[in-house]
Structures are given as structure tokens and as C-alpha cells.
């Protein structure tokens, strides 16, 4: 579960500094936060992290014996690093994908299934062709549907397209809110039935480690559900949450975003239907460099 993030404190500051100076300079200036076809530089290397973690969730399942009812924790992290080695080629790779899930009833831990994680440290190459990304295993070996999905994933990240659907590819000022419709993001892999919004706001333009960056804050709303095999609706979802955003105007990145709110889910499973509920935390970062 692919997934949102972020979020910048910043300490007191004397007058007159960098920090101020920054900001101060964006007051009433546009920025592009998105290109519509963004540059791939040679030898540009972005590495990303996702962690999703839910701490001190509850469950509930619905049996043939009554309801039973327990606690869970649930977190996911995957690190994927995306090279460019020319403006029409990146190479892709997954080198970190974990998934953790620990669930209690009745005092006793319940024993969890393997977690089979697709394609780490398998090369991919992403190629653009005809105006569009499209993602493969370097050695040209066929793909399982979940493998598929990864691949996606990776098109997502190279090509930019939620980036483009978040903040659209005209110039925007400080100051500046607008609404994304919640089908247009991948941050939860919530399958097609998605409905809500997440609403934007450009806050202000300030220094962040050196680089100048674009500092938002947001808003989402959003439920879905993905069939099962039978062809019901084996998950539901809802998230709600606010979010912040600290975006580089250089690289058109997110350096840092964190989501938290709360995530409901429904799902068939042979011992029930199983409802999970929790606070929940999405976050991202990001490291932009040459190689």
C-alpha cells in the first residue's frame, strides 16, 4: 500500500537572515511547482522513502463464533532510488521494501503470514516512448500481477504524473489554494472506486537546508474500495488527515511530506469480515544528487 506524507518546524530566527530573505523574496511571485515535461539530467539520482505505520489500531471480526476483537500495528516501508542515465532512460530500483503487522487477541499474539515482497533489488529501466514512461525488469522477464503493480509504481515516480495531477503545471503564488480530486492520487492503493478530494494550499516559499522550497499544507477526504476475486468489494477504505509539504522549486521534489489522520477498512477474510481502525502516519522523503 503504495502510499501520502510531511512536515518542517523551524526555530526562531534573527532578522535579516537567509531564511528571511527568502521568504520575503517570494511574497507575490509565481512559481512553477511541476513542469509539464520535466527534464531528466543525466547522471540526477533520486532516492525515496515511504514508511506507513498505524500504532495502537483496533480490529474487529465478524465469525461464525460471535465478534472477536484485538489491537494492531501495521508499518511499511519502501526505499526506490531512480537514476537517470539519459533523458529518456532512468534505471529504477527497489533496494528496501518491509512490511511489519502485529495483531493481539485476547492477550495472545496472533501468528502472521509471510510477507512476500515483489522485485527488490531487481533492475528496472524505465524508457520514454512516444511521450510515455512504461516500466520494465532490466533483463526482460515477464511480470506477476503484483510485480505489475510495482511497475506502475515506478512509472508514477519517473514520470511525474501524481506531481502533475496535485499541482498542475502552471505558476502559482503563495497564497494560492485549489482542490485535487482524490482519484487522481496514488498515495493509497485504494483501487479504482475512489471518491473525495484533498484540498491544497501553497503557504509560502522559504529555505530548507540551503534550497529554496516551496512549503504547503493540505487536507484529504477520501474513500474506496477494490473488488475481490468474486467480484464484491473485499476492501473498503477511509482516510481522512492534513498534511504538510516541503517541495524544491530546483528539482521539482518532495523533500519531505507527512500525512496524519485516521484509516478505516473493511475487508473479507475466511474467518469473517474484519473491520481495522487507527491513527495513521504517512511519510516521505526524498534525497536528490548526482551519483
Known sequence: MPLLPLVIACMTLP???????????????????????PEKAPGLKTTVSDVMSMEGGKFSIDSAQ??????????????????????????????????EQKMIMNG???PQPPQVLPLVDVPLVA???????RAAREDGEKVSAVEQAELLNAERLVSGVEDKNVYGTGARKPGDTWTVDAKKMSMVDAGDDVEGTVEMSFEKVDAHKGEECAFLSGEINMTGSTPSAEGDNGV?????????????????????????????MEMNTPAGIMKMSGPTVMKRTSVVGKE
Not at 127 to 133: A, D, E, P, S, V
Open 236 to 264: 473498503k477504505m477511509e482516510l481522512k488527515g492534513t498534511f504538510e509539504i516541503v517541495r524544491s522549486l530546483k528539482d521539482q521534489v518532495d523533500l519531505f511530506r507527512e500525512m496524519k489522520g485516521t484509516m478505516e
Open 127 to 133: 524508457t520514454l516512448t512516444n511521450g510515455i514512461w
Open 108 to 110: 495472545q499474539e496472533l
Open 15 to 37: 532578522c535579516h537572515s537567509e531564511t528571511d530573505a527568502v521568504a520575503e523574496a517570494g511574497v507575490g511571485k509565481s512559481y512553477v511547482l511541476m513542469s509539464e515535461k
Open 66 to 99: 460471535g465478534v472477536l476483537e484485538g489491537t494492531m500495528a501495521i508499518k511499511t516501508t519502501k526505499v526506490i532510488s531512480a537514476s537517470n542515465e539519459t533523458a529518456a532512460k532512468v534505471n529504477v530500483k527497489i533496494t528496501k521494501s518491509e512490511a
